[in-house]
C-alpha cells in the first residue's frame, strides 16, 4: 500500500508549490490541486458519485471521498439522504484514473452489490475488490477481492442478472505473463468475468471474454431483455488499433462472438482514459456512445444495432467539435432515449442533452441542462419507472441529481 | 505566517529528498503555464511530453526519451505529468530521475480541472497520453499521439540542427 493516501499527496503538493512560489501561492487554497471540494467522507467531497435506484425506488448512491467508499440512499429523489454507511475501514489507495468510479447494482429483493478498484501498489497494479449487503444497505460485508489472481486488475462493471446471479466483468493483466514467458508482447489487457450466486459474496473462477483489449478504459455493461450480459469495450484491433467491440454472452457462462461497433481507425499506442456507454431499449436494439481520436472519424459518436450487435449504424456526430465534447451517456429511458455529455469552452463545462422517440433513428437538437466552472465527475443517467434523472457530482456546486424534463 | 513557511518547508523537505539530491525540480502546471513555456521556448527547438506515472505505454517511453535529451543537447525537453489528479510528486519524480529526465525541465498538473489545462494546450485534446508536441524554431507543432517514434524524433532533431545550420 502506498505511504501517501491521494488526498494527503495533492495537499502536500499544493504545500510544497506554495513555497517554491512563495508569497504568490501563500493566498492558494490547498484543495486547488484536488478534483474533489474537500477531504472528509462525505458526500460534498466526492470526486466519483455513482447512482441505481432500486426496486422499491430507493435512490442508492455508491461515493468516493476522503480516500473511502461509502453508499447512502434516498427515499425522495436525491433531496435527503440517509446517514452514510463506509464501506472500506482502511486507508486504501484507491483507483482515481479518469474512467474509474466504484460500481453499485440492487437486485429484486433489494440486496446491494459493489465492485471498485483500487492501486495495491507502487507501480499502481490494480485490484477489483467487492462487497455486499444483504440488510438493505445497513451494514457491508467485509471487502474481496473479485479474483485471487494478483496481477493488475481495472474498470469492474457489475449487473445482477433476473435469477438473482451477479455477473461481473473487468480488466486483467494476467496474460501478460506467460506472454512474456515465451518472449512474445502483451498489448493492453484481458476482459474477464465471473458471476456471484451469492449476491456478491463469492464469484466464480474469472474466465476471459478476450485478450489484448484497451487497459485504460471503462466497460460499458448492460442486459438484453432475455438478462444476457452484453459489454462495449475499447478493443486493440490488428495494428494497435483501439476501435470499439461488442461482445453478447449467449448464457451468462458463456460469451459470444466479439463484433466491431465502428471503423474510426484510431491507432495509437497510449490511455485514451475514455470508455464507451451502452443501453439496451425494451425493442432489444443496442445504443453506443463513445469517443474517438481515429483516422475515420474524430470526436463523440452515436451507433445502434438492431441485430443484437452484429451490425451497427453510421456513427452519428455528437456536440459542438470546437467545445472538447466528451463522457457521452447514453440510457434507454421509459420515455425514450436520451443521451448526455460534457462540453467545454475554455471556461465553463456545460451538459448537453440530446433525445430520441424512435429509437434512435433520429435525435433532437441539444440544449445544456447544466453547467459547472470547475472539475466535475462524469454526467451520468439513471432511470426508475418513470423518469430519467441527471447524477452529477461538481466541485464548485457538489453533487447535482435532477429529473430530465421532456422535448426541448 | 513563519509557522505556515515551516510547516510547508517540512513537507518539501520530506517530499523532496530526492529531488534534492538530484537537483530536479517539478513546476506546478496550471492556466497561463502553457503560454510560459511557449514564450520561454520560442525561437529553440522544444520537445513537450506528456505522461503520467499510472499509463503503461508512458512507462516505456519515458527512459527513451532520457537517452533522447543525451542524444540531442541542442533540443529543449520539457515534460509535463498529465495525470488526472491527485499526482503523485513522488513517484513522478522518481519516474524521472530513472528515465534519465530529471535534468529536463519537469513540470506536472497542479490545478483539479484538468480540462481547463488541457484546452488552453489543445482543445481538441481529450487527455489520452503519452502524446508528444515537437515545436519547432519557426514555431511550427507537430503533434504525436501516443508513443512517439525516436527514429521519429531523432530525424527531427537533427532536421532542426541543421536548420540552426543553415541559419549561422
Not at chain 1, 462524469?378 to 430530465?404: C, E, N
Request: some cysteine; charged content about 20%.
Amino acid at each position: 500500500m502506498r505511504d501517501v493516501r491521494p488526498v494527503l499527496g495533492a495537499a502536500a503538493m499544493a504545500a510544497v508549490f506554495a513555497l517554491w512560489h512563495g508569497g504568490a501561492f501563500a493566498q492558494m487554497n490547498h484543495q486547488h490541486a484536488s478534483e474533489a471540494a474537500c477531504e472528509e467522507t462525505v458526500l460534498r467531497c466526492a470526486s466519483k458519485v455513482t447512482p441505481a435506484f432500486g426496486p422499491d425506488g430507493t435512490l442508492w448512491l455508491v461515493w468516493m471521498a476522503g480516500g473511502q467508499i461509502s453508499v447512502a440512499s434516498s427515499k425522495d429523489d436525491g433531496k435527503t439522504f440517509s446517514v452514510p454507511v463506509q464501506v472500506t475501514r482502511e486507508n486504501l489507495n484507491l483507483d482515481w484514473g479518469p474512467d474509474a468510479r466504484p460500481k453499485i447494482a440492487i437486485d429484486r429483493k433489494g440486496r446491494i452489490a459493489l465492485a471498485f478498484s483500487i492501486f495495491r501498489d507502487k507501480a499502481f497494479n490494480g485490484q477489483v475488490l467487492t462487497t455486499q449487503s444483504n440488510d438493505g444497505g445497513k451494514s457491508f460485508a467485509p471487502l474481496r477481492p473479485i479474483t485471487s489472481n494478483n496481477e493488475s486488475q481495472r474498470f469492474a462493471a457489475i449487473a445482477f442478472e433476473p435469477d438473482g446471479t451477479v455477473f461481473a466483468a473487468w480488466l486483467d493483466k494476467r496474460n501478460r505473463v506467460p506472454a512474456r514467458q515465451n518472449g512474445k508482447p502483451y498489448d493492453g489487457a484481458g476482459l474477464f468475468f465471473a458471476t456471484s450466486k451469492d449476491g456478491g459474496s463469492t464469484y466464480s473462477d474469472a474466465q476471459l471474454v478476450a485478450d489484448n483489449t484497451c487497459e485504460c478504459c471503462r466497460l460499458g455493461l448492460a442486459l438484453d431483455g432475455a438478462g444476457r450480459p452484453v459489454i462495449v469495450f475499447r478493443n486493440i484491433f490488428e495494428g494497435g488499433v483501439r476501435d470499439h467491440a461488442v461482445v453478447t454472452f449467449k448464457d451468462p457462462a458463456l460469451p459470444g462472438e466479439v463484433h466491431r461497433v465502428s471503423r474510426d481507425d484510431w491507432q495509437i499506442a497510449a490511455c485514451p482514459h475514455h470508455g464507451p456507454s451502452l443501453s439496451i431499449s425494451p425493442s432489444g436494439t443496442y445504443h453506443v456512445a463513445w469517443y474517438t481520436n481515429g483516422r475515420a472519424r474524430k470526436g463523440l459518436f452515436y451507433a445502434r444495432s438492431t441485430d443484437g450487435g452484429k451490425t451497427f449504424s453510421n456513427p452519428l456526430p455528437i456536440g459542438e467539435p470546437n467545445r472538447s465534447p466528451s463522457r457521452p451517456q447514453v440510457i434507454a429511458g421509459p420515455n425514450g432515449l436520451m443521451m448526455v455529455w460534457k462540453e467545454f469552452d475554455g471556461e465553463k463545462t456545460e451538459i448537453k442533452l440530446m433525445t430520441s422517440q424512435d429509437d434512435g433513428a433520429s435525435w433532437s437538437t441539444s440544449r445544456g441542462i447544466a453547467s459547472t466552472t470547475d472539475s466535475s465527475d462524469h454526467p451520468l443517467l439513471v432511470s426508475d419507472s418513470r423518469r430519467v434523472y441527471l447524477s452529477w457530482m461538481t466541485k464548485a456546486d457538489g453533487y447535482r441529481f435532477q429529473p430530465i424534463e421532456g422535448e426541448p | 505566517m513563519k509557522r505556515e513557511l515551516l510547516a510547508a518547508a517540512f513537507l518539501l523537505g520530506t517530499l523532496s529528498i530526492t529531488a534534492a539530491a538530484e537537483d530536479a525540480e517539478l513546476k506546478p502546471f496550471e492556466r497561463g503555464s502553457w503560454q510560459q513555456i511557449v514564450h520561454s521556448h520560442a525561437g529553440r527547438p522544444t520537445l513537450v511530453h506528456f505522461w503520467g506515472v499510472t499509463c503503461g505505454p508512458c512507462k516505456v517511453e519515458l527512459p527513451q526519451l532520457g537517452q533522447f535529451m543525451k542524444d540531442h543537447p541542442g533540443i529543449d525537453v520539457v515534460t509535463i505529468s498529465a495525470d488526472l489528479v491527485p499526482n503523485l510528486p513522488d513517484a513522478t519524480r522518481s519516474m524521472l530521475q530513472k528515465a534519465g529526465l530529471s535534468p529536463a525541465e519537469n513540470w506536472m498538473f497542479s490545478d483539479g480541472f484538468a480540462d481547463r489545462l488541457r484546452f488552453e494546450i489543445d482543445p481538441a485534446w481529450q487527455g489520452d497520453i503519452p502524446r508528444t508536441m515537437l515545436i519547432a524554431r519557426s514555431g511550427a507543432v507537430t503533434t504525436i499521439e501516443g508513443s512517439a517514434e525516436m527514429p521519429e524524433l531523432d530525424k527531427w532533431a537533427q532536421g532542426q540542427a541543421a536548420t540552426t545550420g543553415s541559419r549561422q
